[in-house]
């Protein structure tokens, strides 16, 4: 069964502080992996990875895969009480089995910055 | 000119009751997608249908049955409630299967509670 599990389950940090979010992944046919940000509602797209060692960069934001150790990083540098949400990472599976495109959630790290 | 829209937002039923969650997306994508988040906010997939068909099928139970009348909708019938049912239902679309243009659009939300 595909597993994606997320570290720390909750961050709390004061505004201007750098925070790295961890993803690790085990997914059969791995294709590519979603960041996803949870304020209230539906979740928003952050960053999607697929090839390794490139990092994507948005504003304040920034991440990297490593498809050899099978992880990801989501780092936030200067944070903001805005930024305060559920951040979720997710794997898609790829083609070559069952279940293509299915994708697996871990469980979010909830972040608060405190101002 | 809301992309995924899901109604309704709120559903408060009795244990053992029928309801149905609606699902619209007008951002012409071939791909939808039901998810279940439950109380300490994991994500799960439960169907996927690509172009009408389903695709994603994961283990739920038959009481869940979902429908797709046309690409642009994706709707989800419940039967014979249960509380283990209380949870927030999100619907997603995607342009091409597996979420490879740009990953997933989701939807607000439906949070069902069953009492």
């Known amino acids: 069964e595909d597993k994606v599990v997320q570290s720390p389950l909750s961050l709390v940090v004061h505004e201007g502080d750098t925070v790295t979010l961890n993803c690790s992944y085990e997914?059969?046919?791995?294709?590519?992996l979603l960041w996803y940000k949870q304020e209230k509602k539906a979740p928003t797209f952050l960053f999607m990875l697929?090839?390794?060692?490139i990092e994507k960069k948005s504003g304040r934001l920034s991440s990297i895969l490593d498809k050899k150790e099978l992880f990801s990083i989501l780092n936030i540098t200067a944070t903001q009480t805005g930024d305060s949400a559920v951040y979720l990472c997710?794997?898609?599976?790829?083609?070559?089995?069952?279940?293509?495109?299915?994708?697996?959630f871990g469980q979010g790290t909830i972040l608060t910055v405190h101002p | 000119d809301t992309a995924v829209s899901q109604t309704p937002k709120y559903l408060v039923t009795q244990m053992g009751n029928d309801k149905s969650i609606k699902c619209e997306q007008n951002?012409?994508?071939?791909?939808m997608y039901w998810y279940k988040q439950d109380s300490k906010k994991f994500l799960k997939i439960m169907f996927s249908y690509n172009n009408k068909e389903l695709i994603i099928n994961e283990t739920v139970p038959n009481r869940f049955s979902p429908k797709s009348p046309d690409k642009a909708h994706l709707n989800l019938h419940i039967n014979s409630l249960e509380l283990g049912d209380s949870a927030v239902y999100f619907c997603?679309?995607?342009?091409?299967?597996?979420?490879?243009?740009?990953?997933?659009?989701f939807g607000s939300g439906t949070r069902l509670t069953v009492v």
């Open positions: 951002l012409g994508h071939d791909t």
């Open positions: 997603a679309s995607s342009q091409g299967f597996g979420g490879r243009n740009y990953g997933y659009t």
């Open positions: 997914v059969t046919n791995f294709r590519s």
């Open positions: 997710a794997a898609i599976r790829g083609a070559g089995g069952t279940s293509y495109g299915k994708l697996t």
């Open positions: 697929t090839s390794s060692g």
